[in-house]
Nanobody, 122 residues
Framework: VQLQASGGGLVQAGGSLRLSCAASGRAFNTYAMGWFRRAPGKEREFVAGIRWSSGPTYYADSVKGRFTISRDNSKDTVYLQMNNLKPEDTAVYYC????????????????WGQGTLVTVSS
């Protein structure tokens, strides 16, 4: 399994970015995808999650109402639309996948992308 994250960059507070995570290597119909982030000096934390096949989406409280996770099964790609970005959203964002349901623990995920840096200036 390979995950390729992209879309990070520098944006001003209040701006938007869309991250993409392209997956390859197997059929993902039983898998869940999660977005995580690690800010400088902090632990990696769950941001959002979705199953590849169907079901609800999940968000950390800190991003609810601002971030939207979605998928395009035809492209094996999951997106994270980030609106109204804040300086505290600055972090390296990672996508990860696991066979099963969405969980918020990074330890549950087996495959990880390389990370993409998001920097939000005030």
């Amino acid at each position: 399994v390979q995950l390729q994250a992209s879309g990070g960059g520098l944006v001003q507070a209040g701006g938007s970015l869309r991250l993409s995570c392209a997956a390859s290597g197997r059929a993902f119909n039983t898998y869940a995808m999660g977005w995580f982030r690690r800010a400088p000096g902090k632990e990696r934390e769950f941001v959002a999650g979705i199953r590849w096949s169907s079901g609800p989406t999940y968000y950390a409280d800190s991003v609810k109402g601002r971030f939207t996770i979605s998928r395009d099964n035809s492209k094996d790609t999951v997106y994270l639309q980030m609106n109204n970005l804040k300086p505290e959203d600055t972090a390296v964002y990672y996508c990860a996948t696991r066979d099963g349901r969405v969980t918020e623990s990074s330890d549950d995920y087996d495959f990880w992308g390389q990370g993409t840096l998001v920097t939000v200036s005030s």
